[in-house]
């Protein structure tokens, strides 16, 4: 079974516009962290933003902030005022146990494409 | 502080040779796992190694594909025999053990890009 799903292969956002990429995760452990990560057209992965499962409050970075709703298992990422730089593919990780700090199980990634 | 550093970055072999790629983790870093990505995919996790040990082996494939990170020197993914389902991202990251931490941040090299023909 897919640990991660991320249903939106691709997505168009203008510029200045907010984005929310779409994440649902499957696990039976109480004790696990959410991650995303985005990778720009060179290849590079570069981390986002961090959810641990036990995290009350949502996660926020800068412009993106972690939409995460346990309860039905979803880790959305929100982009706000989207800029240029931000096209690239995003993708939704997951570790599951709190103090395991290996095994990163990943989504198959959603491409955004800003628009000017 | 360098970040993680993998070389070469691209990779070209023809198909029966050997690709060894290799990984420095970041200065502090002794855990090392290696990623692949095939073509639109998602990142999935092959190996897990600590200093001169193998942690977790879970997902590598069972022929031709070894890893090692020795006491000195970088991690080496060595993918012997190469053929062209091969072809794919491979992505190699550190972490440092913090007892202190909430958790524990992966910090992902650029990736080698292997491309068997």
């Not at chain 1, 779409?22 to 959810?51: A, R």
């Not at chain 2, 993998?6 to 855990?31: I, T, W, Y």
């Not at chain 2, 190469?82 to 990736?111: H, K, M, W």
């Amino acid at each position: 079974a897919q640990k991660i799903t991320q249903t939106q292969p691709g997505m168009f956002v203008q510029e200045k516009e907010a984005v929310t990429l779409d994440c649902t995760y499957d696990t039976s452990d109480q004790s696990y962290g959410l991650f995303w990560y985005k990778q720009p057209s060179s290849g590079e992965m570069i981390f986002l933003i961090y959810q641990g499962s036990y995290d009350e409050q949502n996660a926020t970075e800068g412009r993106y902030s972690l939409n995460f709703q346990k309860a039905r298992k979803s880790a959305n990422l929100v982009i706000s005022a989207s800029q240029l730089g931000d096209s690239a593919m995003y993708f939704c990780a997951m570790r599951e146990g709190r103090f395991s700090d290996y095994k990163l199980s990943f989504g198959a990634g959603t491409t955004v494409t800003v628009r000017a | 502080n360098a970040g993680v550093m993998q070389n070469p970055r691209h990779l070209v072999r023809r198909r029966g040779q050997e690709a060894r790629l290799r990984c420095s983790p970041m200065k502090g870093h002794s855990h090392v796992y290696w990623y692949r990505q095939l073509p639109e995919e998602g990142l999935k996790f092959m190996v897990y190694l600590q200093k001169e040990n193998i942690i977790d082996e879970s997902g590598m494939p069972k022929e031709r594909f070894s890893a090692e990170f020795p006491k000195e020197g970088p991690s080496i993914l060595r993918i012997q025999q190469v053929v062209r389902g091969d072809s794919a991202a491979y992505f190699c990251a550190s972490s440092a053990r913090l007892a202190t931490q909430i958790y524990n941040e992966q910090f992902f090299g650029p990736g080698t890009r292997l491309t068997v023909l």
